[in-house]
Nanobody
Framework: QVQLVESGGGLVQPGGSLRLSCAAS????????MGWYRQAPGKQRELVAR??????????DYADFVKGRFTISRDNAKNTVYLQMSSLKPEDTAVYYC?????????WGQGTQVTVSS
């Protein structure tokens, strides 16, 4: 079993920045994807960014709508993934979920609200 605990959401003005964190604990698969999805009211959950760890090699994927604005990073020693969000727009408002996938299983955090509004 894997547990994911998120932090860092909140209210920010357009153009501002936020940093989300997600700490994983438990039986974490050696090779896994760890990243962030989001869900806005009335919309489906969508991938924001994810990073695959396979040994010492990392691969990153970003949704087109966040390229150049968001950066995902990991601290493998702490089993923590971060999402640095900059140049935030009102349309980035959503609940952001941490996600881990590996060894045929996937896990979700409880979600953290990000609201971009003036």
């Amino acid at each position: 079993q894997v547990q994911l605990v998120e932090s860092g959401g909140g209210l920010v003005q357009p153009g501002g920045s936020l940093r989300l964190s997600c700490a994983a604990s438990g039986n974490i698969p050696w090779s896994n994807f760890m990243g962030w999805y989001r869900q806005a009211p009335g919309k489906q959950r969508e991938l924001v960014a994810r990073e695959r760890v396979r040994g010492i090699t990392n691969y990153r994927d970003y949704a087109d709508f966040v390229k150049g604005r968001f950066t995902i990073s990991r601290d493998n020693a702490k089993n923590t993934v971060y999402l640095q969000m900059s140049s935030l727009k009102p349309e980035d408002t959503a609940v952001y979920y941490c996600h881990l996938e590996g060894s045929g299983s996937d896990y979700w955090g409880q979600g953290t609200q990000v609201t971009v509004s003036s």
